[in-house]
């Protein structure tokens, strides 16, 4: 089994910072693709960014394209989603999850964290 637990969501300014962290536990880190996906009230949870086991490849939903950062640290088990430039669009509940293949579809993933809150005000 494998544990994912995502931190670093809040409240935050429009044009402000954010850096989110996933820390995974129950295996090892680099046998996984990693994904953040986030959902707002009412709306599809959606794909924002994913990374390779190795870290060498990664790919971003056009939205968040040259704003946000996806990286991992397979020695500390720990993904990270940089965001800056952030918007009110951004509000919205925020995933990681663990997959056997990178790619973009959350159906390709088998485990998934609890969530954390990514409140931007304008």
């Known amino acids: 089994q494998v544990q994912l637990v995502e931190s670093g969501g809040g409240l935050v300014e429009a044009g402000g910072s954010l850096r989110l962290s996933c820390a995974v536990s129950?295996?090892?880190?680099?046998?996984?693709?990693m994904g953040w996906f986030r959902q707002a009230p009412g709306k599809e949870r959606v794909f924002i960014a994913a990374i390779s086991r190795s870290g060498v490849t990664t790919s971003y939903a056009d939205s968040v394209k040259g704003r946000f950062t996806i990286s991992r640290d397979n020695a500390k088990k720990t993904v990270f989603l940089q965001m800056n430039g952030l918007n009110t669009e951004d509000t919205a509940e925020y995933y990681c999850?663990?997959?056997?293949?990178?790619?973009?579809?959350?159906?390709?993933?088998?485990?998934w964290g609890q969530g954390t809150q990514v409140t931007v005000s304008s």
């Open positions: 999850a663990a997959a056997q293949t990178f790619g973009f579809r959350p159906q390709q993933y088998n485990y």
């Open positions: 129950g295996r090892t880190l680099s046998s996984y693709a």
